[in-house]
Structures are given as C-alpha cells and as structure tokens.
C-alpha cells in the first residue's frame, strides 16, 4: 500500500513537516531518495537504498 506522505503536517507541530506512512502510522524524520534509484530511504542526502547497496559491493 503506498500510503506515504513526505511532508505531512502534524496538529501537535504545525510548523514542522515529515514523513508519514498512513498505511503503518510510523514517523520518518529524514527522508531522502536514494542516490542512484531514486528510492526513499532514511538518513542523509547521498545514502544508498538497501538494493542499490547490495549493488555496488556485488561488484567489488
């Protein structure tokens, strides 16, 4: 189910935005895309998904 919402506004904060899947009720405070694919992932601008990663050290 793709329920995710990448800037969802909460009522207790209205001034702060992330993510939140309506689909499992989990909070993501760092959403970014995966360098390569493009997929969400948590963590920091330039992060690897898990597939992406699996990838790159198939190679090595």
Request: proline share 0%; aromatic share 8%; net charge negative.
């Amino acid at each position: 189910m793709e329920a995710l919402v990448r800037e969802a506004v909460a009522a207790a904060d209205r001034e702060q935005r992330t993510g939140f899947c309506f689909g499992c009720g989990e909070r993501f405070d760092r959403l970014d895309e995966c360098s390569l694919c493009g997929e969400l992932v948590t963590g920091e601008a330039g992060m690897l998904c898990a597939s992406c990663w699996d990838y790159k050290i198939s190679r090595d």
